[in-house]
């Protein structure tokens, strides 16, 4: 499998209070991804990143902000959660964007109260 | 948009049956990927086929790209239980974006 971690697994949080979900990578792989899933949906994209300090906006990025500082980390924070982010987050890797194929983590369970 | 639109949402088949499924889009694309999802679980990369690619194997899967159509399809043959997933596409027109649709949900039953 390829080296992909997020962390934390699963989290609840209240309306309103910061969320930061983690995303570590050990492939040295230069382009990161997250998306959100919710029932009956696909993965929609939120924001990913094509370098250390290089980001961009996806599908789905209102409320989300995103930073990577390392080539192996890719950070997703919530500023404000809200119930309507309770969803399951994926993190995904690829070594040349669309170029190549993408490794997924096992993903983050948020739930928003 | 590069995103793609599977067809059908959901397929309900018998062991030993084949499955096909399908992908339409509307950009020109430069590949066009297709992944598994089992329950719950992160997605998993199947094939990648090129623009300049009709059609491309893989164990029991067989994939092929109309590029005149702007249309893939994804043909599992022998289902077996363990298919049971949803199946999505991503095609790409060469940006750094990696998109992907609503996904079809194969059940295949013993």
């Known amino acids: 499998d390829a080296g992909i971690t997020q962390s934390p697994r699963h989290k609840v949080t209240e309306t309103g209070t910061p969320v930061t979900l983690r995303c570590h990578q050990t492939?040295?792989?230069?382009?990161m991804y997250w998306y959100r899933q919710d029932p009956g949906h696909g993965l929609r994209l939120i924001h990913y990143s094509y370098g250390v300090k290089d980001t961009d906006k996806g599908e789905v990025s209102d409320g989300y902000s995103v930073s990577r500082s390392k080539t192996e980390d890719f950070l997703l924070t919530l500023e404000s959660a809200t119930s309507s982010q309770t969803s399951v987050y994926f993190c995904?890797?690829?070594?040349?964007?669309?170029?190549?194929?993408?490794?997924f983590g096992q993903g983050t369970r948020l739930t928003v109260v | 948009s590069q995103q793609g639109e599977e067809d059908p949402q959901a397929l309900s088949i018998q062991e030993g049956e084949n499955a096909t499924m399908n992908c339409s889009y509307k950009t020109s694309i430069n590949n066009l990927q297709w992944y598994r999802q089992n329950s719950g679980r992160g997605l998993v990369h199947l094939i990648l086929?090129?623009?300049?690619?009709r059609e491309k194997h893989s164990g029991r899967l067989r994939v092929t790209l109309d590029t005149s159509k702007k249309s893939s399809s994804l043909l599992i043959t022998a289902s077996r239980a363990a298919d049971t997933a949803s199946y999505f596409c991503?095609?790409?027109?060469?940006?750094?974006?990696?998109?992907f649709g609503a996904g079809t949900r194969l059940a295949v039953h013993p």
């Open positions: 086929i090129r623009s300049n690619e």
């Open positions: 991503a095609p790409s027109g060469g940006y750094n974006k990696l998109i």
């Open positions: 995904a890797i690829s070594e040349s964007g669309s170029f190549t194929e993408a490794f």
């Open positions: 492939e040295n792989h230069r382009y």
